[in-house]
């Protein structure tokens, strides 16, 4: 027999994975840190925009300075060379253009420049309005820039010293702009990544604490004495395992008090009882008698059964390795030298490390049940990753669903009349399930579809 599970779905993983602690924060900060990356960046590519649009109205401001002060030390021969062309870079604004859309940050840093008296405005136009083509392309050519764009034509008006107007054209080579690699998507890419590993890292180094907490929570259970979750980490995290570690060692020792009081109760009352047994001798009444002795036997027996659940969740027995099949087979003969229909039917070749006589007698409490009120019995198992899977089936009448989970619970027995002749105290189940946790493994039933109980013990942690 095997059992197949389907993998999860990358959905489930995903919702698993948003679900934990790990995975939320690793979504905050990735999140988080890519979009502050992401607006520093552009941030920063506003700033350089701006520094470069600075850099070309100082270039345009130095010229027009450097023009405007020649022109008013030498209006006459500077203004016949500015008209006949002869100046590099100046010549007169053309007539067509008659309105300049101002550039305020220009006209500012000009009218801190020449003074306010100057009235300066400034303004950027198309150079094909200050140059015609065929001056433009002889120019370039004569120049060997023709691969070049075209040159910044700025217009400048001003008044002079004289209160003179004046309309000026300043040529520039144009400003390119560098390309900038900071919003590119393989840059991006780098700052986004960057920021998930270093969101997973810390993601991993914030969950940890929490991971030794739960495994510690777990192994409560499991190891015969309460090992202390190792107290490191911020001071939070100090003072919540420390408080788990005061907690479990008081829950020790809650189990341990009960344990021994359970213990000394029973050993006081097994006196009494041995005198009730030697004065049931004396009755006369035959009849009398066995009935009295088997309620005797019964009230034994309870009382045995009882301290034997209490000290069933206070295992001290190391964990060892095991071999399965071995133990099954063995299980199953023992059982059939009594007379019980019991088969191993199927190995799994697995060895792991549990506490052999818990397991044992795990699997013998659900072994009788099966014979008891099923008549049968047949065991199963095998391996899938990370566990152990063995079955117990009967082939009786099974039990109603809505009954299957309180069947754990202590004295609750699977048939209706209360008479010991028919079954047991009703604490195997729940000495079985105490047993298996005590090396962390978890018992469940379960309807088989062709009809019985199907009991079922998983095994984390298989070793070969």
């Known amino acids: 027999m095997s059992l197949t599970t389907e993998p999860p779905t990358l959905l489930a993983r995903a919702r698993d994975f948003v679900g934990s602690m790990a995975g939320r924060i690793f979504l905050i900060l990735a999140i988080g840190m890519s979009v502050a990356s992401i607006g520093s960046l552009f941030v920063a590519e506003q700033a350089r925009l701006h520094d470069f649009e600075h850099v070309r109205l100082e270039r345009v401001a130095l010229s027009t300075v450097d023009v405007v002060n020649r022109l008013q030390q030498s209006p006459d021969v500077f203004g016949r060379l500015l008209a006949e062309r002869r100046i590099f870079g100046a010549i007169p604004a053309p007539a067509n253009i008659a309105k300049v859309r101002p550039n305020s940050d220009l006209s500012e840093i000009l009218r801190l420049r020449l003074g306010a008296a100057a009235r300066p405005e400034a303004g950027q136009v198309p150079s094909r309005l200050c140059l015609p083509q065929p001056t433009r392309d002889i120019g370039r050519l004569a120049a060997g820039i023709a691969d070049l764009p075209e040159p910044d034509c700025w217009v400048i008006r001003f ?16 400003l390119i702009l560098p390309r900038s690699s900071t919003l590119d998507p393989a840059y991006l890419s780098i700052v986004i990544g960057a920021s998930a590993l270093l969101a997973m890292i810390v993601g991993r180094l914030a969950a940890a604490p929490l991971r030794r907490l ?81 309620d005797l036997v019964a009230t034994q027996t309870l009382v045995r059964e009882g301290l034997e659940l ?16 071995s133990l099954l087979s063995s299980i199953a003969e023992d059982s059939r030298d009594v007379g019980s229909d019991v088969q191993f039917v199927g190995g799994c070749n697995a060895v792991t490390r549990v506490k052999p006589n818990a397991l044992a007698r795990t699997i013998v409490n659900l072994v009788d049940n099966a014979v008891k009120y099923g008549g049968s019995a047949r065991i199963d198992c095998w391996e899938t990753p990370g566990k152990l899977t063995i079955t117990i089936r009967d082939f009786g009448s099974g039990i109603p669903d809505s009954r299957i989970e309180a069947m754990f619970a202590p004295f609750e027995r699977g048939e ?29 039933l379960s309807n088989h579809p062709a009809g019985g109980l199907l009991a079922t ?3 984390p942690r298989v070793t070969r």
């Open 159 to 174: 008044t002079d010293h004289a209160g003179v107007a004046h309309a000026l054209a300043i040529l520039l080579p144009a």
């Open 416 to 444: 209706a009349s209360r008479s010991r002749s028919t079954g047991g105290t009703g604490l195997g189940l729940t000495i079985a399930r105490a047993q298996a946790r005590t090396f962390g493994a978890e018992v469940t």
């Open 310 to 325: 209490a000290r069933s969740s206070e295992n001290r027995e190391p964990l060892s390795s095991v071999d399965i099949d």
């Open 214 to 294: 739960a495994e510690a929570a777990r192994a409560i259970s499991i190891a015969s004495e309460p090992e202390p979750v190792v107290e490191r980490g911020p001071t939070e995290v100090q003072a919540a395992l420390h408080s788990f570690n005061v907690m479990q060692q008081r829950v020790r020792d809650g189990v341990r008090d009960r344990t021994q009081l359970l213990a000394a109760i029973s050993h006081d009352l097994q006196t009494p009882l041995t005198r009730l047994r030697l004065r049931l001798e004396q009755v006369s009444d035959e009849t009398l008698r066995e009935r009295l002795t088997a």
């Open 457 to 459: 013990i998983v095994v």
